[in-house]
């Protein structure tokens, strides 16, 4: 039993490497520090799918005899395509041992499951919902992920990434209010950190209404790591709208004006000859 669990560990700490060095698409896995044969994974929903914007935390349980036996997978976050903390009958696990192959790695399990999700095949542990539902699912799933210990101690950047997602959709919320930042969120790999976008309004009332400075956009700041871009003071107003009416309407009667002017002017020079 003790060379079975040392073949597994061997075989697991290899396929950790491999994940790391060629990480699959959506898909983050951490083996628990106390137990190789426990992964946790975390499905990023892919863009134009239902999923997109959600976080969806699942475990992989490996058999001793692994990989000569495969694993059970379940899902721990809402999703409104599989239950929750139900082993999930999949091709790949351990609900069907006939069709293993030993030669699948915890990579090749990870995107089997990713894209089972995406399709809509019924099986053991699947259910049915709206798009809307599954949707509503994403939103909710970055709060209660951040609620699971073991999701927090693993996954300390996936945080960090709903938090910031977090933290811009009550930014949003209050973009009315009299001063609104706006955060521009980095990805898992931090790719645009360092950015912000602040912008100040005059008050609530929105651009160009009201009386001169209500309205208008008096400071906005770009801000890419210690490069910066402001414009400040810019204000549009309708008085200021009024007076450039005002102002294209007397160049419009004095050019008509010069025009009559030169027409009597050569009509009795014409005359005269």
């Not at 811009?168 to 969120?185: D, I, M, N, Y």
């Not at 402001?230 to 107003?237: G, K, L, S």
Request: charged share 20%; net charge positive.
């Amino acid at each position: 039993m003790t060379g079975r669990k040392s073949s597994a560990i061997l075989r697991m700490k290899r396929d950790y490497l491999n994940l790391k060095k060629d990480p699959v698409p959506y898909i983050t896995a951490e083996p628990l520090p106390s137990n190789i044969l426990e992964w946790h994974y975390v499905v990023k929903g892919p863009e134009d799918t239902p999923y997109k914007g959600g976080y969806y935390h699942g475990t992989l349980l490996f058999p001793r005899e692994f990989p000569f036996k495969p694993p059970s997978i379940y899902m721990h976050t809402p999703n409104g395509r599989f239950k929750t903390n139900t082993r999930l009958c999949l091709s790949i696990s351990d609900y069907h041992p006939d069709t293993w192959n030993p030669t699948w790695s915890v990579g090749t399990i990870l995107t089997g499951l990713l894209s089972f999700m995406l399709e809509n095949t019924f099986t053991m542990g699947s259910v049915e919902s709206l798009l809307y539902e599954k949707k509503q699912y994403a939103k909710k799933s970055l709060v209660f992920n951040l609620k699971n210990p073991i999701f927090r101690e693993l996954f300390p950047h996936i945080c960090d990434e709903i938090n910031c997602h977090l933290k811009k959709q009550q930014e949003l919320l209050e973009a009315s209010s009299a001063g609104s930042r706006l955060t521009v969120c980095p990805n898992s790999a931090g790719e645009i950190s360092g950015v912000n976008i602040n912008i100040n309004f005059g008050n609530s009332r929105g651009i160009g209404s009201g009386t001169d400075g209500q309205g208008a956009i008096t400071d906005i700041e770009f801000n890419e790591n210690s490069k910066k871009f402001n414009i400040n003071q810019i204000h549009r107003n309708n008085k200021n709208s009024c007076c450039n009416w005002y102002s294209i309407y007397l160049y419009i009667i004095a050019i008509i004006s010069f025009a009559m002017f030169a027409l009597i002017v050569n009509y009795m020079i014409t005359n005269l000859n």
